[in-house]
């Protein structure tokens, strides 16, 4: 359970700051034969097991057993107390975990990388004194230890999160200098260094999956949405004592645009399907079997509370659950969240209508390829704006023709796919309608990129225009219906898919909510935009 301390902000700490790489650390620092390693043993396998309270019996046992001389077993603890929402109480034990590793100066490093990681967790300002104690405690344990480069990324981060953003940088540097950093750690890095605000509002990770009720959840269906993610699981006592909570939050926001989701960290699907029915909880349910979504997040503590914003930044993060506080938290955090406005020109790091991936088609030659009207493309007749009555403008959105990160299906070398969205629109429309278009663009093209169909993979060229139109609500008017086929079934319908996959999106720009939001996308298969687009444009067959 959570120690009564508020635990609550914009957390970046648990995804961004990661631990010491591993070696031959405080840790493992426990020799094989000796009894304090079998209890350790012990303690770890009762730990994979979820089985918590022997887990810490053990280890405090191998911790008494070396008569106090093992920073790894209270390291341990503090694992277990982390887990369990307890972070008080880890604190404590990070501590103590300095004083027994003595004149080990790779043990102390290590005990202050986990100590300052806990305080990063917890803190919520730039100037908090959590935070302020949490640099000093990377930077006393680099100097112990300048061997453990990972310090050089937790004070990077944590300097940019305390808006020292060239001194983080200069710690960022030094980490990607090191000798083979990690590659998941690098990129982040890198990602900092382009954008430091994402050390201080972290986007979201990448994530998709079928909830229990068959509904598909990702990052791009909820973009536009405030949304509160909740990882649990029916084996931990907090999580069980939360579900009242959450059920009065979820008819409180019922009407304001916020999604609730669950995504539990149980093993067995009947019996996590028992309790939900029988806990009445009504709200989307995810069973992360692989633990992949929580391996995203960097979940490691159960409950585990995130809010996203309608843009898809973690606006707040929150470990365990206290009776007395939890519930004011985060309707505090849902309530900011939808204070915050959506931005039309697209979240930092994530693709735009300013933004043109390889192969993009310049704006000057798009224009003077572009089909005029649908019938020019294939159709069967001229589209309609929904605007009004005055001829249509078609603008050109690229976007990016790599996968986005986190899929686990992206596109081979040999087998890409690029993407243009052409939008019919008033003339005095075309900025709002520009920007509204990036968003049904990175939402499309995701679900698209991530399910690429073999036949694409291999190399099959093709390129299919489906004309759709969106209500004022978000939600397709009608079935997408496509203007030129590809001439391939395999890749017509995976056109379609990607479509119906997304559906629905952000609220349209403000217009009278009896007129649709009308576009056309061109998806292209194996081909340069440019040759796809006079193909198109001169009635060529696919």
């Not at 509904?215 to 006592?237: I, M, N, R, Y």
């Amino acid at each position: 359970m959570r120690s009564p301390g508020a635990l609550c902000g914009t957390i970046f700490a648990a995804m961004l700051i990661v631990g010491a790489a591993p070696r031959a650390g405080a840790q493992d620092a426990v020799e094989v034969s000796s009894p304090v390693a079998t209890l350790v043993s012990q303690g770890d396998g009762y730990m994979a097991h979820r089985d918590y309270v022997r887990a810490l019996e053990s280890y405090q046992k191998a911790e008494k057993a070396s008569h106090h001389e093992c920073s790894a077993c209270l390291l341990r603890e503090t694992k277990v107390y982390k887990t369990a929402g307890d972070f008080n109480t880890a604190l404590d034990c990070a501590k103590k975990a300095e004083k027994e590793a003595g004149d080990n100066k790779r043990e102390m490093a290590e005990a202050l990388l986990v100590h300052a990681n806990l305080l990063a967790a917890v803190s919520s300002k730039p100037k908090d004194k959590k935070l302020v104690e949490a640099v000093s405690d990377t930077r006393q344990a680099l100097m112990l230890d300048p061997g453990e480069t990972i310090a050089h990324f937790n004070l990077g981060v944590l300097l940019m999160k305390q808006e020292q953003d060239a001194d983080g940088a200069a710690e960022l540097k030094a980490y990607l200098a090191s000798t083979n950093p990690d590659a998941a750690t690098a990129k982040a890095a890198r990602e900092d260094l382009a954008d430091p605000r994402r050390a201080r509002e972290p986007f979201a990770p990448e994530f998709a999956f079928t909830t229990l009720e068959n509904e598909q959840v990702s990052l791009a269906s909820l973009h536009g949405k405030v949304a509160l993610l909740d990882f649990w699981g029916s084996w931990c006592p907090p999580c069980r004592a939360s579900i009242p909570t959450i059920a009065g939050l979820q008819k409180d926001f019922a009407k304001k645009q916020v999604e609730f989701i669950g995504i539990s960290s149980d093993d067995d699907a009947d019996a996590w399907q028992k309790f939900i029915a029988a806990n009445r909880m009504v709200w989307p349910e995810y069973l992360d079997s692989d633990g992949h979504v929580q391996r995203a997040f960097a979940v490691d503590s159960y409950p585990t509370y995130i809010v996203l914003d309608r843009n898809g930044v973690i606006r707040f993060r929150q470990s365990g659950f206290d009776e007395q506080q939890s519930g004011g938290e985060l309707s505090e955090a849902l309530d900011k969240a939808l204070k915050v406005k959506l931005d039309l020109s697209g979240p930092s790091g994530v693709s735009s209508v300013a933004d043109s991936g390889a192969g993009a088609v310049p704006a000057e030659t798009a224009a003077a390829s572009a089909p005029s009207s649908a019938a020019q493309a294939g159709g069967t007749g001229a589209a309609t704006s929904a605007y009004g009555n005055a001829e249509p403008t078609y603008i050109h959105v690229p976007s990016h023709d790599a996968a986005p990160s986190g899929n686990t299906a992206s596109p081979s070398a040999s087998a890409k796919g690029s993407f243009l969205v052409e939008v019919l629109v008033q003339p005095d429309s075309g900025d709002g309608a520009r920007s509204y278009a990036a968003l049904v663009v990175i939402a499309v093209k995701r679900q698209w990129l991530a399910a690429l169909p073999q036949e694409a993979r291999e190399g099959k060229p093709g390129v299919v225009l489906v004309q759709l139109a969106i209500d004022h609500q978000g939600k397709l008017a009608g079935d997408p219906e496509i203007m030129k086929s590809s001439g391939n079934d395999v890749l017509d319908r995976s056109a379609l898919a990607a479509i119906s996959g997304a559906a629905p999106f952000a609220a349209s720009p403000p217009v009278s909510s009896d007129l649709t939001f009308e576009v056309q996308m061109f998806f292209i298969y194996n081909e340069s935009q440019s040759d796809a687009v006079r193909a198109l444009s001169s009635g060529d067959p696919q």
